[in-house]
């Protein structure tokens, strides 16, 4: 619709263009929205989180770094001096659409408790977590499993084989973890996007069984 | 400027996978919004989610939920909150988990 020279937006329509430009919008109230799921990777630092991601993810996985701004700033037990209020972390991020309807997201971030305080957030409504563990570093997964089972969250743990040679024993892991028999572990490769879709079948048909 | 120091977004907290769609309103005031807040808009003329808006715009979740809720409070996005109890719903797990399988 045109008025003397300019465009001018029609009442009710769409938006009025302001210099540098607010864009013209959808026509719907709200456009149909999939129903959106979360799972969430944890894990030790280099256990490969942004790996099993990224074999998964659609979109270019993102590492966005999120402040280390919550209140009650770690203090860091080696050095003994309060952690600077500034750092950040990276989050990786990863999008796996199965139909119109649904899409699956993926948060994966460190599991160190000075880390929590993003997984409160994340993980609220989450359907449940993938602990992604080394069998070389097994302790670095322990703050992760903490964690969901003292959240009562469904979540398996998944030992990540890095050289594909390494034989796993999956009952010595469960012993040297304490983890109850109910929760699943699986061995993955997190390079092989089969292998990842594997884990995450496993961990939702874990959280299925938890339910029925 | 963006946020202009803020560390938390106004009202109700939004969920990482809230699903934010931009709105027709007939005239908006460009008082205090940022250019970012016009990215937002831009990227959410169909729905979003807030994960989403932060990938694309290539800015962290905090910030991006401040954009986000600054931009409700205007009325000019629409969120839709994430179906929690659909965790309990064994059909829409089982969804998951067929729509996983076949990959």
Known sequence: ?212 | MLVRGRTRPTGEWLDVISMVCAQRVPVVEPIDLEPEHLDVIRHCRGAKSVADLASALELPLAVVRILVADLRDRGLVKIRRPRTEGLADIRLLREVADGLRRL
């Open chain 1, 1 to 212: 619709m045109v008025y003397g020279d300019c465009d001018v937006p029609r009442l009710g329509g769409d938006v009025r263009q302001l210099a540098g430009g607010i864009p013209q919008l959808a026509d719907d109230d709200f456009d149909p929205a999939p129903d959106a799921v979360k799972i969430l990777v944890a894990g030790g630092f280099g256990v490969g989180k942004t790996t099993l991601v990224g074999a998964l993810t659609e979109i270019r996985p993102l590492r966005t770094e999120e402040g280390l701004s919550a209140p009650g700033a770690h203090i860091d037990v080696v050095t003994g001096v309060e952690e600077k209020r500034t750092t950040t972390v990276a989050m990786d991020f990863g999008r796996i659409t199965i139909s119109e309807n649904l899409v699956i997201y993926l948060f994966g971030t460190p599991g160190q408790k000075r880390f929590w305080f993003m997984w409160d957030d994340l993980s609220h409504g989450a359907l449940g977590a993938v602990v992604l563990a080394d069998t070389r570093r097994l302790a670095d997964c322990f703050p992760s499993i903490d964690y969901f089972e003292h959240r009562e969250r469904p979540f398996i743990v998944a030992l990540n084989c890095f050289d594909g040679a390494e034989h796993h024993d999956v009952d010595e892991v469960r012993r040297a973890l304490d983890l109850e028999a109910r929760v699943p572990i699986v061995v993955c490769d997190a390079r092989e996007r089969a292998s990842c879709r594997d884990t995450l079948v496993t961990l939702v048909d874990h959280a299925i069984d938890q339910i029925s």
